[in-house]
């Protein structure tokens, strides 16, 4: 008996629960990394101390309670973390990102998500919760052994017998703070010095920061940014940054005035812009089983002008970063979404502008007005008018919300009534993953690919363009289609990742630089009143685009507004910048590697379309840099009324 109780009094045996707590959170994060499959992105001896470290980090508190305290303590930090774990890993199934503060304040948006979200787990994700079963069946078998033995107050007491004195639990709590201290920052400026040189400076991309920190560092680091830019108050903008800025934005505006034939020509016109979801461009033209997949766009292309090279430039906020980038001219940001972090913050946007020039402005959304904060941010942004799920009747339930089919219908009906020259901004939704089209209304055979995630996802983009066409017939029918300018665009990917549905469906093998594009190009379709400039432009262009461009057409100079983005209308070299670092200027192509070490990323020749030497994409790879900062700083800082102040008159 006396042994028993010397053993229950050494220090390995009373932190075994914390020691095996500590192993079994490695084994999670090792789970998670090695789900993530991303490139270049690997996990050595260093990364191991670096998410050891961390656990200590999280966890050391523990070791200051009492033994019982300690078992709940250990237990809730279990689920907590495993929670964790798990959300990022399914996060990251659907964005390629991880879950960051500003994601956490959208998290009523989680549950929006649905069948999504359940499309995303995988069987092989119940390893992460093994330990909780494993825990419950020997919690199950003491219980069962201690009524039956009679030894629960023997334990107990041995238990109080053995508690270590507060002094004591405190220097061994602060002691595995220290160790975890140094094992976690340790190796990262190690890196940080080395191949990582400026990283936590640029952070262009979470990728880049879990490859240092770990997963659990990440968010110790995006929880110290995210209080450091909020808490932190306003930042100032130098002197020689705001000349710098001053001095770039007055040359992009100079660079998009250009006083040609189709300056102005459509002054006055009506204004319908569609912005729809997943819409992609590798499928325009093509056919499946004989049928064309976009009849109804392929049709509209004839008389309409088709951006063949047309970029979505989104991040983590997906549909609301291309409507933000669209309508603003700005890089959407690295992490969260411009509508939720920032929608007090002042923009030069197309509807505020088009406003103040006699438009009548709606936006038009057939779901709840909370999502992306769009109720907060659109009135922020000059609409007249939000048309959500309340002012629609759901006639045709499909998918999320309402039909396209019907959508379209009944937006027209609300356009008609309005004032015109009106501006209205239309986002579709049927063809949101998961792209499950009841039976009934589903048109496309996609043979070998029915009944597949890529089959459903042709299905739903050919109902899309099915609605589009009976949009087009609505507007000749209501009197709109003379006098109107369409613009219609994909927001962002279908999350289809997988090379070999790409490969089997257009019946060769992809490289690398055909898998970028694919997966980032969307269609861009331009129909003006009078159908004229009709054709394929090969140009590189962007969703920063379309607010000038549509100023171009309706005679209103841009130059005087804070914008990134191209007039399409304009000569001159094109320049496209995606928020991952990527670039195109029509002549090269910039991959980066998720590192963000510009010499592992791939520069490509497009007329060749093979690697080319690195070095030709330096120049431009920081001018791309330069802009995506300039666009965070201009954001988070709110800095354009500032600019404005000191700005002389253009």
């Not at 088709?306 to 291309?322: C, E, F, M, V, W």
């Not at 962002?492 to 089997?504: M, R």
Request: proline share 4%; aromatic share 14%; with cysteine.
């Amino acid at each position: 008996m006396k042994s028993n109780h010397f053993i229950r009094k050494l220090p390995a045996y009373r932190h075994f629960e914390y020691i095996v707590f500590i192993l079994i959170i490695f084994f999670k994060l090792v789970i998670l990394h090695n789900n993530l499959h991303a490139r270049y992105i690997d996990m050595n001896l260093l990364d191991d101390v670096i998410a050891i470290g961390s656990i200590l980090l999280v966890s050391f508190w523990t070791l200051w309670l009492p033994r019982r305290g300690r078992s709940f303590a250990l237990l809730f930090l279990n689920v907590l973390l495993t929670g964790l774990i798990f959300a990022d890993l399914v996060y990251y199934r659907y964005f390629g990102d991880f879950i960051t503060v500003p994601v956490l304040l959208q998290a009523g948006q989680v549950g929006e998500l649905g069948d999504s979200i359940l499309s995303l787990i995988s069987f092989s994700d119940l390893w992460l919760v093994a330990d909780w079963i494993v825990w419950l069946a020997i919690k199950c078998g003491l219980s069962i052994y201690r009524r039956r033995d009679g030894v629960r107050s023997h334990i107990r007491s041995a238990r109080e017998g053995g508690r270590p004195r507060r002094l004591s639990r405190f220097i061994q709590g602060l002691a595995v703070f220290a160790l975890g201290f140094v094992l976690t920052l340790g190796p990262i400026r190690f890196y940080a010095a080395t191949w990582a040189v400026g990283l936590f400076e640029g952070a262009w991309w979470n990728i880049s920061l879990y490859n240092v920190t770990g997963l659990l560092g990440f968010h110790y680091y995006d929880a110290y940014r995210y209080a450091k830019e909020h808490l932190g108050g306003k930042p100032n903008l130098m002197a020689d940054e705001k000349e710098k800025f001053a001095s770039w934005f007055r040359q992009a505006g100079e660079s998009r005035t250009e006083n040609n034939d189709t300056f102005a020509a459509y002054q006055g016109s009506n204004v319908l812009v569609v912005q729809v979801e997943a819409f992609m461009n590798f499928m325009i033209g093509k056919e499946i089983g004989g049928q064309e997949i976009t009849p109804n766009f392929n049709k509209l292309m004839q008389e309409s002008l088709y951006y063949s090279n047309y970029y979505h430039q989104t991040g983590q906020g997906r549909t609301s970063d291309a409507d933000f980038s669209s309508q603003s001219s700005l890089h959407p940001l690295p992490t969260g979404s411009v509508f939720v972090r920032y929608p007090d913050h002042t923009y030069d946007v197309l509807p505020q502008i088009l406003k103040s020039a006699g438009y009548e402005t709606a936006a038009f959304h057939a779901y709840e007005g909370s999502f992306w904060n769009r109720t907060n941010m659109y009135k922020a942004m000059g609409y007249d008018r939000f048309y959500s799920k309340k002012d629609y009747q759901m006639d045709e339930s499909l998918g999320w919300s309402l039909g396209d089919k019907s959508f379209f219908r009944q937006s027209l009906e609300f356009m008609v009534a309005e004032p015109q020259p009106f501006y209205s901004f239309l986002i579709t939704l049927s063809s949101h993953h998961p792209y499950s089209l009841p039976a009934s209304i589903r048109e496309l055979d996609t043979g070998e690919f029915k009944d597949t995630l890529f089959g459903n996802y042709l299905e739903s983009i050919h109902y899309a363009d099915a609605a589009l066409g009976e949009l087009v017939e609505g507007m000749k029918r209501d009197g709109l289609w003379e006098n109107t300018i369409l613009y219609v665009y994909g927001d962002h990917d279908n999350s289809i990742t997988e090379q070999a549905n790409y490969e089997k469906f257009l019946g060769k093998p992809l490289s690398e630089l055909d898998m970028h594009q694919i997966m980032n190009q969307v269609p861009l379709l331009i129909h003006l009143p009078d159908g004229k400039a009709a054709g394929v432009y090969d140009q590189p262009a962007g969703q920063l685009d379309m607010a000038p461009s549509l100023m171009h057409l309706l005679g209103i100079p841009s130059d005087a507004y804070y914008m990134m983005g191209n007039n399409l209308f304009a000569s001159g070299d094109k320049f496209v910048v995606l928020r991952s670092g990527a670039f195109t200027d029509g002549k090269l192509y910039y991959i980066p590697s998720p590192d963000n070490l510009f010499e592992n990323g791939n520069c490509y020749d497009l007329t060749t379309r093979e690697k080319t030497d690195i070095e030709r994409c330096r120049i431009p790879h920081e001018e791309a840099k330069e802009r995506l900062q300039m666009s965070d700083k201009l954001i988070m800082g709110d800095f354009i009324p500032e600019l404005k102040e000191g700005a002389p008159s253009r």
